[in-house]
């Protein structure tokens, strides 16, 4: 069942020609298409490359049988990002610097577009690959069964939160269901997530449990990261009908904002493409095309269509900031 329009479809190839050609470079791709004089210690920018972005365009790549490009693209990727068997989060070309740790929701999302390689091609070709980077996880930031936010494989140090927004059930059951160790694991992972329920006056999440303390953050929400919980929960069957009567509410009103307290007032009342595309791939999950293209319109709007430098991007033409998480999550919500 598909939801995109044939106009989605033709909006989704300018985006994705603009992605191709303007923000993928030799070694991966530009968080965004300006770039920054000064670096920040804890944010990517400008050039800089993330494996987040990465492991987006391959599943694109998968899913519009660009096989060629896959694996050239993943080749780079591995010689980019890859350290002890997992992914560096970060890369900063200017300075040849690979940073130590992962984001194990990055590592997850390489290993999904490595499966779904095989499924649309129909191989085994990097079956092996994708186990032998979850194997790699399991003995970094998936200890125990417990998804811990990063691994620093130079220092052996595990990260002492779990962000709810990098447990990506799909593809932890994908490894797990085969193992009564590992169905267990999985049994706790979606408890660890269920736990985090904020109540049904503002159906969302908490953003992390703490394992030092055995407490959920109480710190305010980035929207992103709280659809990426509930998109998780959509894809596994468990999204609570309160957090879909939520964000149909947010996109209908189109005050879907960038950051909330877990009381749910808004901390930040700008509004992002990626947001709008994370809800439309939500809505895909339950099969709600009316407010899957309710959210596509107000992704399109952040569409440059003037000739410019980003035209086709999604972004600002007259700074030219366009950043490669709205492009590619925009990208990918579209195929839905």
């Known amino acids: 069942m598909t939801f995109h329009t044939r106009q989605d479809q033709q909006k989704q190839r300018s985006l994705s020609e603009f992605i191709a050609n303007r923000l993928v470079a030799a070694q991966g791709i530009y968080t965004n298409y300006v770039e920054t004089d000064v670096r920040q210690a804890n944010l990517a920018t400008g050039h800089e490359m993330l494996s987040e972005s990465a492991g987006m365009w391959l599943i694109y790549l998968a899913e519009h049988y660009r096989f060629a490009e896959f694996r050239r693209f993943y080749q780079l990727t591995v010689a980019t990002f890859g350290e002890h068997g997992q992914f560096s989060y970060r890369y900063d070309p200017d300075r040849s610097k690979r940073f130590a740790v992962n984001a194990t929701l990055d590592d997850l999302r390489l290993i999904k577009a490595l499966n779904l390689y095989d499924a649309m091609t129909h191989t085994t070709h990097y079956r092996q690959a994708a186990a032998d980077h979850f194997a790699a996880l399991k003995a970094g930031a998936l200890r125990d069964g417990k998804v811990y936010d990063y691994y620093n494989p130079q220092t052996k140090q595990v ?80 999204l609570k009908a309160a957090s879909r009567s939520w964000l149909t509410q947010q996109v209908r009103d189109k005050t879907l904002y960038n950051g909330y307290t877990t009381a749910g007032s808004v901390t930040d009342s700008g509004q992002s493409a990626a947001n709008y595309a994370l809800a439309a791939m939500i809505f895909a999950q339950v099969r709600d095309r009316t407010n899957y293209q309710r959210a596509m319109a107000m992704v399109w709007q952040d569409q440059v269509t003037a000739h410019s430098a980003i035209q086709g991007g999604i972004g600002n033409a007259q700074t030219g900031q366009s950043y490669s998480f709205n492009n590619l999550t925009a990208l990918n919500a579209a195929s839905q």
């Open 159 to 238: 990260a002492r939160t779990s962000s709810l927004a990098y447990i990506d059930l799909r593809t932890l059951g994908f490894y797990e269901r085969g193992s009564t160790a590992g169905r267990r694991a999985y049994r706790e992972q979606l408890k660890l997530v269920r736990g985090g329920y904020l109540g049904d006056v503002f159906p969302l999440y908490s953003a992390s449990f703490n394992w030092d303390t055995l407490t959920y953050s109480d710190h305010p929400l980035n929207t992103s990261e709280a659809l990426e919980t509930l998109l998780h929960l959509a894809e596994s069957q468990h």
